[in-house]
């Protein structure tokens, strides 16, 4: 499982290790690992021209130290300092023994573009409030250079705890992280501006329950339901799925395609797209007499293409057993229908339906994601995943939300969303909680339309088709 800490975690665990240690002792640490990326990314360090952007905490204190490192490797190293009389002491000193140069921000523009590589250290875990204009400019400067961009512990700019971008930021090809990963780097839209992240161990002792979990491969393969010797169909979990409309019988096709690829024994489908259904997937067992004539299921997706058929998502919701409500049935769901339930909830919205659930607008949720899923989570009593570029899954209960980022932008297309509802209701079906069904649904989903698409269009069939390798992927 791979964690982030909000800021005033890591501040606490700071405290005390440093209490331990000799003084600078993490700071060297830091360095350390941020010299030995640099030069990773460097190649070669000996005659390379390396600029620091040099703000005025021990963000600017670490990038000095291993500026200091590069420079005694043999880089030309020139520290850009933005506010002179407030910098790191100790790490100036070293970086002027080690023959650095020091330079004001008037005369960044030149050296920033004959760099090498940019080190960002502008601002780390104490920034606040987007880049102040004095220090904006430099970020500009980085972007537009073709020197390789690291940013130190976070891009100066975003926000560490939430994954906000208020006005200018550094993009960096490289983030150094010290300690844990924090919120913002694995939260978009802040998560685009780290580019690949590196962590580095400074000894930091955390404590177990994180801000932020990510699954990993093994995390999902130990979660992933496997038939034993004693299941048969029934035991595996039975899905029900009660989508699509005479308007939108692709839709209920498309849960199903993921649904039948999700785990369950079996797939009952309620509603009036059964032909479309069978004929693409005669395994399917198909009614349309609404989803309480439909038979014993262990849990609902419904919603996806469903159009206005509110009886069908109030009787779902009625049902004692998980039920995962996408698209339009978030829409037709009463909120009070869902706070009722003592079974787990599922919503599955992308921003535009969680922005209309919330009563704000698109870019308000966007903008702020963690906020924004956890707001919803609270106000429906219900686990709530939020889509898009990363994935958010939070629970009612407040505590750690899931982010998942195993997508790929090739599945920004129509129906995809489908796929995914399908397969998280079929893994709620056969027994996961709300959080590890959508959690785990969505890194099989995005892992799954990496695989369809392979670097081309795919359709969101193409992505439900490639669920069998992404499974067999995360196995293996
Ligand atoms: N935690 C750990 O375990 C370890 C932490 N370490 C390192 O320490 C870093 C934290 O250092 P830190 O606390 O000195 O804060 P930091 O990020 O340098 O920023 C403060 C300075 O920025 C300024 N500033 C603020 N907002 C701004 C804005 N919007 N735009 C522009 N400027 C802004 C602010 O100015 P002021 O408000 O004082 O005028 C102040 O001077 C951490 O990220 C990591 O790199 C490692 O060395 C070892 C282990
Ligand atoms: N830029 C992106 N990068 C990665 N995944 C994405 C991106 N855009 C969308 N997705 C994923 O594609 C799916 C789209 O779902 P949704 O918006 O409900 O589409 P639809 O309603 O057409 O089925 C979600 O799983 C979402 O997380
Ligand atoms: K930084």
């Given at each position: 499982?791979?964690?982030?800490?909000?800021?005033?975690?890591?501040?606490?665990?700071?405290?005390?290790?440093?209490?331990?240690?000799?003084?600078?002792?993490?700071?060297?640490?830091?360095?350390?690992?941020?010299?030995?990326?640099?030069?990773?990314?460097?190649?070669?360090?000996?005659?390379?021209?390396?600029?620091?952007?040099?703000?005025?905490?021990?963000?600017?204190?670490?990038?000095?130290?291993?500026?200091?490192?590069?420079?005694?490797?043999?880089?030309?190293?020139?520290?850009?300092?933005?506010?002179?009389?407030?910098?790191?002491?100790?790490?100036?000193?070293?970086?002027?023994?080690?023959?650095?140069?020091?330079?004001?921000?008037?005369?960044?523009?030149?050296?920033?573009?004959?760099?090498?590589?940019?080190?960002?250290?502008?601002?780390?875990?104490?920034?606040?409030?987007?880049?102040?204009?004095?220090?904006?400019?430099?970020?500009?400067?980085?972007?537009?250079?073709?020197?390789?961009?690291?940013?130190?512990?976070?891009?100066?700019?975003?926000?560490?705890?939430?994954?906000?971008?208020?006005?200018?930021?550094?993009?960096?090809?490289?983030?150094?992280?010290?300690?844990?990963?924090?919120?913002?780097?694995?939260?978009?839209?802040?998560?685009?501006?780290?580019?690949?992240?590196?962590?580095?161990?400074?000894?930091?002792?955390?404590?177990?329950?994180?801000?932020?979990?990510?699954?990993?491969?093994?995390?999902?393969?130990?979660?992933?339901?496997?038939?034993?010797?004693?299941?048969?169909?029934?035991?595996?979990?039975?899905?029900?799925?009660?989508?699509?409309?005479?308007?939108?019988?692709?839709?209920?096709?498309?849960?199903?395609?993921?649904?039948?690829?999700?785990?369950?024994?079996?797939?009952?489908?309620?509603?009036?797209?059964?032909?479309?259904?069978?004929?693409?997937?005669?395994?399917?067992?198909?009614?349309?007499?609404?989803?309480?004539?439909?038979?014993?299921?262990?849990?609902?997706?419904v919603?996806?293409?469903?159009?206005?058929?509110a009886s069908?998502v109030a009787e779902v919701l009625a049902a004692?057993?998980?039920v995962?409500v996408?698209?339009?049935g978030?829409?037709l769901a009463e909120r009070g229908a869902v706070r009722a339930r003592s079974a787990?909830t599922?919503m599955?919205?992308?921003?535009?339906?969680?922005?209309?659930?919330?009563?704000?607008?698109?870019?308000?949720?966007?903008?702020?994601?963690?906020?924004?899923?956890?707001?919803?989570?609270?106000?429906y009593g219900a686990?709530?995943?939020?889509?898009?570029?990363?994935?958010?899954?939070?629970?009612?209960?407040?505590?750690?939300?899931?982010?998942?980022?195993?997508?790929?932008?090739?599945?920004?297309?129509?129906?995809?969303?489908?796929?995914?509802?399908?397969?998280?209701?079929?893994?709620?079906?056969?027994?996961?909680?709300?959080?590890?069904?959508?959690?785990?649904?969505?890194?099989?989903?995005?892992?799954?339309?990496?695989?369809?698409?392979?670097?081309?269009?795919?359709?969101?069939?193409?992505?439900?088709?490639?669920?069998?390798?992404?499974?067999?992927?995360?196995?293996?």
């Amino acid at each position: 499982m791979r964690t982030a800490y909000s800021v005033e975690t890591v501040r606490a665990a700071e405290r005390e290790l440093m209490a331990r240690l000799p003084e600078g002792a993490l700071m060297q640490r830091a360095a350390a690992g941020l010299a030995a990326a640099c030069a990773d990314v460097l190649g070669r360090v000996y005659g390379s021209r390396v600029v620091l952007l040099i703000g005025s905490g021990d963000n600017g204190g670490d990038a000095l130290y291993a500026g200091a490192r590069l420079a005694r490797r043999g880089a030309g190293v020139t520290a850009v300092l933005l506010a002179p009389e407030r910098t790191h002491p100790g790490g100036l000193a070293a970086l002027r023994r080690a023959g650095g140069t020091l330079v004001t921000p008037g005369a960044a523009e030149q050296i920033v573009r004959r760099a090498d590589l940019v080190v960002d250290g502008i601002v780390g875990i104490g920034g606040k409030g987007g880049l102040r204009p004095d220090a904006a400019p430099l970020a500009e400067l980085a972007a537009d250079s073709r020197a390789a961009v690291v940013a130190v512990d976070l891009p100066s700019g975003i926000e560490a705890d939430t994954g906000e971008v208020l006005g200018a930021a550094v993009r960096a090809d490289l983030t150094v992280t010290f300690g844990t990963h924090k919120p913002g780097l694995l939260i978009d839209p802040a998560r685009e501006y780290a580019g690949s992240v590196r962590l580095v161990d400074i000894g930091l002792e955390l404590p177990d329950q994180a801000e932020l979990e990510a699954l990993q491969h093994a995390d999902v393969a130990a979660r992933l339901p496997v038939p034993g010797a004693a299941s048969d169909k029934y035991r595996r979990g039975v899905l029900g799925v009660a989508a699509g409309s005479a308007r939108y019988p692709g839709a209920a096709v498309l849960a199903v395609s993921g649904a039948l690829r999700g785990g369950a024994g079996a797939v009952r489908y309620v509603g009036p797209a059964g032909d479309a259904v069978i004929a693409a997937f005669p395994e399917t067992l198909v009614s349309d007499k609404g989803p309480h004539k439909a038979g014993r299921v262990q849990a609902w997706v419904v919603g996806p293409g469903a159009g206005d058929d509110a009886s069908a998502v109030a009787e779902v919701l009625a049902a004692e057993v998980p039920v995962l409500v996408d698209a339009d049935g978030l829409r037709l769901a009463e909120r009070g229908a869902v706070r009722a339930r003592s079974a787990p909830t599922l919503m599955t919205p992308h921003a535009g339906e969680a922005a209309a659930l919330l009563g704000v607008s698109r870019a308000v949720v966007e903008g702020a994601r963690l906020a924004s899923v956890r707001e919803l989570a609270g106000l429906y009593g219900a686990t709530v995943l939020l889509k898009g570029a990363t994935t958010l899954v939070a629970d009612a209960g407040g505590g750690v939300v899931r982010v998942n980022s195993t997508g790929t932008a090739w599945l920004a297309t129509a129906g995809s969303g489908d796929v995914l509802s399908g397969l998280a209701g079929s893994l709620l079906a056969a027994g996961l909680s709300a959080v590890d069904a959508g959690s785990v649904a969505a890194y099989v989903h995005g892992l799954a339309g990496r695989f369809a698409a392979d670097g081309a269009p795919a359709g969101a069939h193409d992505v439900a088709s490639a669920i069998p390798a992404a499974w067999r992927d995360i196995r293996d």
